[in-house]
């Protein structure tokens, strides 16, 4: 069997390591509601908008609401995301911790790469306790606020800005963990080996043949114990 090195992981966070893709939906399904009295069904979601930027889903929800005014929609949605972020309760994924533990703890340089905005990211980290192991493990934690507008997921931006902040060049040496299939073209465009874990939201989607697709974190783990080894050195 060959083994395969690896030098870093990235994980996405929302959907990877946090369940907040509900929230997310319901976002649009208020914002649509209260604006154009549309009922916005998770299975049109799923098809395709889970994972995506903002701008993105909303261009997608005009094609097939036309009278819904992508700019109108999207000041609303912020605002109804930015009070539900504000009062949710949040878990963690099964075995987040113990992935984020795996890596840390044996010294791989770990970094966060996120669709949502850095106060938003914050709030759901501190809450869900993962705040602790960004700290003990110096994560660096990548917002769409810090890359260029319109350039989030499936743009490889967040990825190309999580590897340079840990001071690496990003290609298939660094390990990604996504759970939607705009995340999973976002790591793969960046150059990435990237492991698949679908969700509730996603388990139906088609992702990428590239992408290395297991059940959950705890699976994926186990491969990447078996299958890969770490060398810091490399670059």
């Known amino acids: 069997m060959i083994i395969k090195p690896y030098k870093a992981v990235i994980f996405d966070i929302d959907g990877v390591l946090i369940p907040t893709e509900g929230l997310q939906y319901q976002a649009w399904v208020e914002a649509l509601k209260e604006l154009y009295r549309i009922n916005f069904l998770p299975d049109t979601y799923k098809k395709g908008m889970v994972g ?41 994924m099964p075995y987040a911790e113990y992935a984020i ?9 770990i970094a966060f790469a996120t669709g949502a905005v850095s106060e938003e990211s914050a709030i759901k980290l501190s809450r869900s306790g993962l705040d602790k192991l960004v ?10 606020d810090m890359l260029d507008k319109g350039r989030g997921k499936p743009a490889p931006d967040s990825y190309l800005v999580a590897a340079d902040r840990l001071g690496l060049k990003p290609d298939k040496l660094i390990l990604t963990f996504e759970d939607t299939p705009a ?5 793969l465009a960046a150059g990435t080996t990237c492991f698949a874990i679908p969700n509730e939201w996603t388990q139906n989607s088609v992702f ?6 297991y059940n959950n974190l705890e699976d994926a783990i186990k491969a990447v114990h078996k299958d890969y080894s770490f060398h810091p050195s490399l670059e």
């Open 52 to 92: 995506n930027t903002h701008e993105n889903i909303a261009g997608k929800i005009a094609e097939i609401f036309p009278q819904v005014k992508v700019d109108e929609l999207l000041t609303l949605r912020e605002k109804i995301i930015d009070e539900l972020v504000q009062t949710a309760d949040y878990e963690t």
């Open 101 to 109: 533990n795996y890596f840390g703890i044996n010294q791989v340089p």
């Open 135 to 144: 700290e003990i493990h110096n994560i660096p934690v990548i917002g769409k």
């Open 183 to 187: 995340g999973v073209e976002s790591a």
């Open 208 to 213: 990428p043949e590239e992408a290395i697709k």
